[in-house]
């Protein structure tokens, strides 16, 4: 198991530790539910150095990235941020990651932590542009600092304009006495704020500054536990539950991140997917009767028959009732449909609703 440059730090303030794609992570503090109420309505901070981050430069650098993700990448401009996808062959998902452009000829990708080898033998394998390529997922931490009281807890620690970042725009400079930090302002709860990116050796100077400066707008660490809870009441994918290497982006509510402008790899079959329609559509529901969806739990229609299975869920903490994504035939993904999930040999009625679960 690795470990991230922050784990002592974890472990001396009572988080419950568990490993989580190949990492020992923090998964709570004081409690999940108390931990999501600090980032919904004040600041929090999750350490999430186990994700990936690869380098690409030169001057092909875009041709190959417009090569393997899904995205028009093309679109960028420098200190912007864009959501993506990395599609096979078979018609479904390598990983979503985070595209940054920052400069001509030099981006940042950000992938998911369980997916790092994976990711960089894909890309690698399409990369006959001569597109230099650096892995440097072991030499960088990042933490996301989350919540609507992020921007003005963490002004003090940087001359960047915190307030008025766009959304997935980012900026490189100062950070908590440290020079060349990435301030993104991305995130995955929902509540605002920011993810930064720097070297490990800088990990615990800015992990101190952080809570420092954050004192007196409540700050606290924040486990993965909350950051699931806080990311379904978006409804926001999680690879590995909601997205995989056999679910389409068209069928996981990804065709805004599908652009057939370009091509991409499989782009004449997801296009023609689109043009046919998918047969089955990734929704969101939230149970009318008691009971709590789990991962891989069966959805069934009224007369029993099992039409999907439950990606993700959980009681959500915001709004007080069981929510959760999963997989169900197109005729049944329009809001208000009524299904039903199996728990313990009990079919619960739930419904159909848009998302996000959430709204501010």
């Not at 929090?44 to 994700?51: A, E, P, Y």
Request: hydrophobic fraction near 40%.
């Amino acid at each position: 198991m690795k470990n991230t440059a922050l784990n002592h730090v974890h472990k001396q303030l009572g988080a419950k530790m568990v490993p989580f794609a190949g990492f020992n992570m923090p998964v709570q503090y004081e409690g999940v539910n108390a931990e999501h109420e600090v980032v919904r309505n004040g600041v929090g901070v999750f350490d999430v150095s186990h994700m990936g981050e690869f380098f690409l430069k030169g001057e092909n650098a875009l041709a190959l990235i417009q090569k393997v993700t899904s995205n028009d990448a093309s679109k960028l401009v420098n200190g912007k941020a864009q959501y993506s996808c990395l599609p096979n062959t078979e018609g479904g998902i390598v990983d979503d990651l985070i595209v940054y452009k920052i400069e001509d000829n030099n981006y940042m990708l950000v992938v998911n932590a369980s997916n790092i080898e994976k990711d960089w033998n894909w890309i690698s394998k399409h990369n006959d542009l001569g597109v230099e390529m650096i892995n440097a997922s072991d030499e960088y931490s990042l933490l996301a600092i989350q919540g609507p009281k992020a921007a003005e807890a963490m002004q003090s620690l940087t001359s960047i304009d915190l307030v008025n970042m766009g959304y997935y725009t980012f900026q490189i400079g100062d950070f908590a006495g440290v020079k060349n930090v990435i301030v993104s302002a991305t995130g995955y709860t929902g509540s605002g704020g920011f993810e930064i990116y720097f070297k490990n050796e800088d990990a615990e100077q800015i992990w101190n500054k952080v809570f420092e400066a954050g004192a007196a707008f409540g700050i606290k660490p924040i486990g993965l536990a909350a950051r699931d809870t806080l990311r379904l009441e978006m409804g926001f994918c999680l690879y590995g539950n909601d997205i995989n290497d056999t679910t389409s982006p068209l069928e996981a509510g990804l065709g805004w991140i599908t652009k057939f402008d370009k091509e991409f790899t499989n782009s004449e079959n997801l296009k023609k997917q689109k043009e046919d329609g998918v047969s089955k559509k990734l929704v969101g529901f939230e149970l009318i009767d008691r009971g709590i969806p789990r991962h891989d739990y069966e959805i069934v229609d009224a007369d029993g028959n099992v039409i999907g299975i439950v990606t993700s869920g959980t009681q959500s903490p915001s709004l007080g009732k069981a929510i959760g994504l999963g997989y169900v035939p197109t005729e049944l993904s329009t809001p208000d449909s009524e299904v039903y999930i199996r728990i313990r040999n009990k079919d619960i009625k739930a419904k159909v609703v848009k998302l996000p679960f959430y709204k501010k």
